[in-house]
């Protein structure tokens, strides 16, 4: 009990609306409400204060015949001078740039102040009323009543002072009105009653507006500052610390093992990953540091006070052994990891851009060190940003220049020893830098958007080059995850067949469980609508995801490819081959096709045959050709005979 009630008295003084039945804060948001009752009170107080300094001088004429003129002057002197230099001191305060947090103890100070102002102005009827003439009296109700107004105008978001200042002056007008038994005063009693309950009760009143109207504009404004999933600082809040002061140390962190995390166990996991994750680097993070969520799984801090290169090491550190101990998801452990790219101002950049694309460089060759890995920004780092830039630009007018072009590579049928069609892989021939590989590029276009442009490319050149073809061969496209963000390429996978002539059943899309799993929600709808148009569906990569069998429930795929990782090693490692001979057999089971990747050995070629896999692809059979020599190769009979041998 003792407890709850010195809580209460500690909100009490410290403004804290909650103690009157007003709206309830953390402390961080009361902090900020003082903040702006406290602006409020100094705009008013210059004015206040002369007001009073002003009143003080009318008081000491208004008694200058009274038998207490000498206790008025000495008063008027008092309550003047202090008035001025408080009133002084708030005008130079005001000039300050207005505070975004105001403690407790400060309220309790403003409080204290309203209370010694108020006592002041409350000695006045007790000791001068009686004996002052009836204009003297005059004057004393007159200032006592402005005083009441006053303190109420000024305090009105803070009912405490407002309390602490009018009290002492009812309490000294109820004084005096109780020397006398005047019935005239028990009137004046009751009206001064009354217009102190409307005074308060309006002071209550537009506290609670005030302050519900301050918590609304700082929810506002953490809605724009804040990453709603983490509760961090978001990029905006980041950058608006970094121009702040730069010179300091830039952290930028990225989880590797996000995406893992949520292909494997859903969205709802990975939001949970994050949430754990933010709250290990919030332990990790001292006063001077600003950690903040600036996209994705990327995360940064900015730190001052850095005397050697060392001290920024000795964090980064800090920050990689968070992630030592697993994390619990759902029930799960499951290992985390972060790389760190470091970049130090102003040794690395002067502005606040220059600062986050040498982070981002730095975090590059961090993320391509392994897991945990720590990196310094190097001006090796900015030639290979620069280069990915360029590249970047160029692949922006690469369809327009005709730069990129499609080769295939043949599935073969094992029982009929035929070809049945063609998987299309993009190039792409650079005019400086030759023949660019996919890897490469194909991220860069995602990154950039424009795998969609890119996309719709390959869609309608594969579409056109199997109209050359005979009916019986198909033609399969891998399509990205970032492509089912467009939901305009179903109309573009109509409009290419159309204007093909070809069967949409001779079209098949080459999908990942990764893609499934993706951010992007459209995916399963227009893979459904492909379905129902009569386009075949492949589920590539299949045994490297997490959650395939589920999805071979979800969705009638035509074709599994087993990925050529276990084609690989099946000859010489019982578990790989196990791993195949199962996925052969649950596919026949639910007669679903399946294609084993990456053969290249004619030992792979028999062992598959016998385990009744139905179509094979890999160098064995042929690399990638150009449409040209497509023709040739289903017409080489001796290509025939090897597929048989």
Same mark, same amino acid.
């Not at 999933?229 to 930028?252: G, I, M, V, W, Y």
């Not at 594969?462 to 970032?482: G, M």
């Not at 290419?496 to 098949?508: G, H, Q, T």
């Given at each position: 009990?003792?407890?709850?009630?010195?809580?209460?008295?500690?909100?009490?003084?410290?403004?804290?609306?909650?103690?009157?039945?007003?709206?309830?804060?953390?402390?961080?948001?009361?902090?900020?409400?003082?903040?702006?009752?406290?602006?409020?009170?100094?705009?008013?107080?210059?004015?206040?204060?002369?007001?009073?300094?002003?009143?003080?001088?009318?008081?000491?004429?208004?008694?200058?015949?009274?038998?207490?003129?000498?206790?008025?002057?000495?008063?008027?002197?008092?309550? =003047?001078g202090? /008035?001025? %230099? *408080?009133g002084?001191?708030?005008? $130079? &305060?005001?000039?300050? !740039?207005? #505070?975004? +947090?105001?403690?407790?103890?400060?309220?309790?100070?403003?409080?204290?102040?309203?209370?010694?102002?108020?006592?002041?102005?409350?000695?006045?009827?007790?000791?001068?009323?009686?004996?002052?003439?009836?204009?003297?009296?005059?004057?004393?109700?007159?200032?006592?009543?402005?005083?009441? =107004?006053?303190? /109420?105008? %000024? *305090?009105?978001?803070?009912?405490? $002072? &407002?309390?602490?200042? !009018?009290? #002492?002056? +009812?309490?000294?007008?109820?004084?005096?009105?109780?020397?006398?038994?005047?019935?005239?005063?028990?009137?004046?009693?009751f009206?001064?009653?009354?217009?102190?309950?409307?005074?308060?009760?309006?002071?209550?009143?537009?506290?609670?507006?005030?302050?519900?109207?301050?918590?609304?504009?700082?929810?506002?404004?953490?809605?724009?500052?804040?990453?709603?999933?983490?509760?961090?600082?978001?990029?905006?809040?980041f950058?608006?610390?970094?121009?702040?002061?730069?010179?300091?140390?830039?952290?930028?962190?990225?989880?590797?093992?996000?995406?893992?995390?949520?292909?494997?166990?859903?969205?709802?996991?990975g939001?949970?990953?994050?949430?754990?994750?933010?709250?290990?680097?919030?332990?990790?993070?001292?006063?001077?540091?600003?950690?903040?969520?600036?996209?994705?799984d990327?995360?940064?801090?900015?730190?001052a006070?850095?005397?050697?290169?060392?001290?920024?090491?000795?964090?980064?550190?800090?920050?990689?052994?968070?992630?030592?101990?697993?994390?619990?998801?759902?029930?799960?452990?499951?290992?985390?990891?972060?790389?760190?790219?470091?970049?130090?101002?102003?040794?690395?950049?002067?502005?606040?851009?220059?600062?986050?694309?040498?982070?981002?460089?730095?975090?590059?060759?961090?993320?391509?060190?392994?897991?945990?890995?720590?990196?310094?920004?190097?001006?090796?780092?900015?030639?290979?940003?620069?280069?990915?830039?360029?590249?970047?630009?160029?692949?922006?007018?690469?369809?327009?220049?005709?730069?990129?072009?499609?080769?295939?590579?043949?599935?073969?049928?094992?029982?009929?020893?035929?070809?049945t069609?063609?998987?299309?892989?993009?190039?792409?021939?650079?005019?400086?830098?030759?023949?660019?590989?996919?890897?490469?590029?194909?991220?860069?276009?995602?990154?950039?958007?424009?795998?969609?442009e890119?996309?719709?490319?390959?869609?309608?050149?594969?579409?056109?080059t199997?109209?050359?073809?005979?009916?019986?061969?198909?033609?399969?496209?891998?399509?990205?995850?970032?492509?089912?963000?467009?939901?305009?390429?179903?109309?573009?996978?109509?409009?290419?067949?159309?204007?093909?002539?070809?069967?949409?059943?001779?079209?098949?899309?080459?999908?990942?469980?990764?893609?499934?799993?993706?951010?992007?929600?459209?995916?399963?709808?227009?893979?459904?609508?492909?379905?129902?148009l009569?386009?075949?569906?492949?589920?590539?990569?299949?045994?490297?995801?997490?959650s395939?069998?589920?999805?071979?429930?979800?969705?009638?795929?035509?074709?599994?490819?087993?990925?050529?990782?276990?084609?690989?090693?099946?000859?010489?490692?019982?578990?790989?081959?196990?791993?195949?001979?199962?996925?052969?057999?649950?596919?026949?089971?639910?007669?679903?096709g399946?294609?084993?990747?990456?053969?290249?050995?004619?030992?792979?070629?028999?062992?598959?045959?016998?385990?009744?896999?139905?179509?094979?692809?890999?160098?064995?059979?042929?690399r990638?050709?150009?449409?040209?020599?497509?023709?040739?190769?289903?017409?080489?009979?001796?290509?025939?005979?090897?597929?048989?041998?």
């Amino acid at each position: 009990m003792r407890t709850q009630l010195t809580s209460y008295v500690a909100r009490l003084f410290a403004g804290d609306l909650s103690a009157f039945g007003g709206p309830a804060t953390d402390e961080a948001v009361a902090g900020h409400i003082r903040a702006e009752q406290m602006s409020l009170v100094l705009g008013y107080s210059v004015g206040i204060m002369l007001a009073n300094a002003c009143n003080a001088v009318v008081l000491a004429i208004a008694l200058w015949h009274s038998p207490d003129w000498r206790l008025a002057l000495v008063w008027a002197v008092l309550v =003047a001078g202090a /008035a001025i %230099a *408080f009133g002084l001191q708030s005008h $130079a &305060a005001r000039r300050i !740039t207005k #505070p975004q +947090f105001v403690s407790r103890r400060a309220m309790h100070r403003l409080v204290r102040n309203a209370f010694i102002l108020g006592t002041a102005w409350g000695f006045v009827p007790v000791a001068f009323f009686a004996d002052a003439s009836s204009g003297g009296q005059l004057v004393i109700t007159c200032l006592c009543s402005g005083m009441l =107004a006053g303190g /109420a105008l %000024a *305090f009105a978001t803070i009912p405490i $002072a &407002a309390i602490a200042f !009018t009290a #002492p002056i +009812f309490a000294g007008i109820a004084i005096c009105l109780s020397r006398d038994g005047d019935p005239a005063y028990v009137l004046v009693a009751f009206l001064v009653v009354v217009y102190g309950i409307v005074l308060l009760r309006a002071v209550f009143v537009y506290s609670f507006s005030f302050a519900r109207r301050v918590i609304r504009q700082i929810e506002a404004e953490r809605t724009v500052r804040q990453d709603p999933l983490t509760q961090l600082p978001n990029r905006f809040a980041f950058n608006e610390t970094l121009d702040a002061s730069l010179k300091r140390l830039a952290l930028l962190l990225d989880l590797d093992r996000f995406k893992e995390v949520n292909d494997k166990f859903g969205h709802p996991a990975g939001d949970e990953f994050l949430m754990q994750v933010a709250n290990r680097l919030q332990r990790c993070t001292r006063a001077a540091e600003h950690v903040a969520r600036i996209g994705g799984d990327e995360f940064a801090l900015v730190m001052a006070n850095l005397a050697r290169p060392e001290d920024a090491l000795e964090i980064a550190e800090r920050f990689v052994a968070a992630f030592a101990e697993p994390f619990q998801i759902e029930g799960r452990q499951i290992s985390g990891a972060t790389s760190v790219g470091i970049v130090l101002a102003p040794r690395d950049g002067n502005t606040a851009l220059d600062i986050m694309k040498n982070a981002d460089a730095a975090l590059y060759r961090a993320k391509k060190a392994g897991p945990g890995s720590v990196c310094f920004f190097e001006q090796a780092d900015d030639r290979l940003s620069r280069d990915r830039k360029a590249l970047q630009s160029d692949l922006e007018g690469a369809v327009a220049r005709n730069e990129l072009f499609l080769v295939f590579q043949p599935f073969l049928e094992l029982g009929k020893n035929r070809i049945t069609g063609f998987e299309a892989l993009l190039r792409w021939q650079h005019p400086s830098r030759g023949l660019v590989p996919p890897s490469e590029f194909i991220a860069i276009a995602e990154e950039t958007g424009l795998i969609h442009e890119i996309g719709e490319w390959v869609i309608r050149r594969a579409c056109a080059t199997l109209a050359d073809w005979p009916e019986d061969i198909r033609v399969a496209v891998n399509f990205s995850a970032a492509q089912f963000h467009n939901t305009a390429i179903l109309q573009t996978i109509v409009q290419a067949l159309a204007d093909a002539k070809v069967s949409p059943s001779r079209l098949e899309i080459e999908i990942t469980e990764s893609m499934l799993l993706s951010k992007y929600g459209s995916a399963a709808s227009i893979l459904n609508a492909l379905l129902q148009l009569g386009v075949t569906v492949a589920l590539d990569d299949f045994g490297t995801g997490f959650s395939s069998l589920t999805y071979l429930r979800k969705l009638p795929f035509s074709r599994i490819k087993i990925d050529q990782s276990f084609i690989r090693d099946m000859l010489a490692q019982p578990d790989c081959a196990a791993i195949v001979k199962s996925v052969i057999s649950l596919a026949r089971d639910l007669d679903i096709g399946v294609v084993a990747e990456g053969v290249e050995t004619a030992d792979q070629l028999e062992y598959l045959r016998q385990t009744g896999c139905d179509e094979v692809q890999g160098y064995l059979i042929s690399r990638p050709v150009s449409a040209d020599n497509v023709p040739a190769l289903l017409n080489t009979r001796k290509l025939r005979a090897i597929y048989a041998a």
